[in-house]
């Protein structure tokens, strides 16, 4: 057992407080734009650093594509065989600090490829043991060759039917919003300012140069400007429409950066897949990947990778990619799933990088890596990547703020070891089903609160959705079920069953409207079957 560490009470965050603090006539040393896993990693590393730091996000902390992960903290195999080796090193390394600050929300995760031709294993086992070599020191555990029996036992429920063996290899895996509100809180903790349901609306420019921005209090309708030595642009997909409002200002046409491409998961019933290790299958029929990966008691299937040209906030999957999943789930999995078993289904935007000179039609050949540009005004602009990285593409932009004067540089290194809010050593998988073990160090201080005995379902009680308000940031009905607690990602029609009394739990709480109409409409989303078929290129 590691010894407990000493864990500060988490800071309220009540609103008013909040949107006061954010009244106060102050420079900021950095303003950040998109509380995804992006802008608070910039928020925590500036904030860990010592600057004084400020964030606004204009819908609730990973609202837009930080919730929609596969839930993988990963090299990413798939970049290996495409040949990109720094980008593979690079997040082995992030993947070992992730696991290490956030154990409660992030632990390794056994992988299989089951072989169905002889020279699968050999050949995907060869490229995972590079893999290893990439990680060194950070390996998870060794790839291991397995026969037909040792895979079957592995995954019980892979297709029989022309099973040779199979590899084992280690990744890690997590939940990204919970994470997401990790970096928010340890944020706050070290000195930084951070208001969801508030929306960045203008950039304010002195003879060209960028000195601060407007935003808008979503729930009052206030607007205020802030005052900030360096603007950090982190709003993922969306990184486009400040940069066009950045150029208007300074007479500069700006060529938009990113492509989206849209990813879709189904989640299904444990059934399906009944073990703590991830099915993964580098090349289906027609050459994509697919991915069976047991989380928090259900089993996510996916993804895709659709261009699309719009930027939705809850983007809807076409017909094509739930039958090209289910489809392939069916040929790897002696129990198929069908429509029926679909649980919920949800869909992220990829914010992919594209040359200036691209159509942005082929997103596969589009950079899976992080792009920093600063403007001329000296707006910031990072977006692409990958969560498990969010760490280093922090650290990347505070060097950016360097090189151009924006900042005085202050030495790096001060979140790689910086353990997050609740980071405690956790004996439940994050497979298993939720509870309070993803609460960590924080789980007396949930279990103190009213209600803590009265389960609501789905492994979340009163307290826990008190404990989101007094002290994660929740405002809305949505808030608590999509990302304090994840079911409407797990099951949405429990999710809706919950709803109502999650919203009388918060308007005792807040003393606002929890939105909870809203939020059931939205529900019927994540169960609804697509009807539309791709409609591409014009989204
Ligand atoms: C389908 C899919 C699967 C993935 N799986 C993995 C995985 O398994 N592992 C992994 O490491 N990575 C994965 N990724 C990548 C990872 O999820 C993203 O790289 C990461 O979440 C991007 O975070 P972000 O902060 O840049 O963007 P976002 O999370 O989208 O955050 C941007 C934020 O900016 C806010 N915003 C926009 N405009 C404004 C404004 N005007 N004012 C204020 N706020 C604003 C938005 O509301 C949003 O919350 C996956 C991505 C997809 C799409």
Redesign the pocket.
Known sequence: MEPMTFEPSPLPTNRSDLINRLKAQQTYDVAI????????GVALDAAARGFSVVL????D??????S???????GGVRYLAQGNISLVREALHERTRLLANAPHLAQPLAFVMPSYKFWEAPFYGLGLKIYDALAGKSALGPTEFLNRAETLKLLPTAQQAGLKGGVKYWDGQFD?ARLALALARTAARSGALLVNY????GLVHEESKLAGLRVTDLESGQTLAIKSRCVVN?????VD??RLLDGQAIGRESKPMVAPS??V?IVVDRSFLPTDHALLVPKTADGRVLFAVPWLGKTIL??TDTPRNDLAREPLAFREEVDFILGESARYLSKAPKQADIRSIWV????LVKPQEDDGERTQALSREHTVLVSKSGLVTV???????YRAMAEDVLDNCFAVNLLAKRPGGATANLRLVGAQPSSHKISAPPGIHLYGSEGPAVLALPGADRMLGGGLTEAMVRFSARHEYARTVEDVLARRSRLLFLDATLAKSLAAAVAEILKEENKVDPHLEEFLAMADQYLALPTRERNWPDG
Do not use: M, N, Y
């Open positions: 734009i998109g509380g995804g896993a992006t802008g608070l606004v996000e204009s819908h902390f990973a609202k837009g594509t930080s929609r992960a596969t839930k993988l903290v990963h990204d508030c929306a960045a609306t982190a709003t993922g997909v969306w429409q400040l849209q990813g998961h996916g993804t992220g935007l990829r914010p977006t692409g990547g990958k969560w498990t990285t």
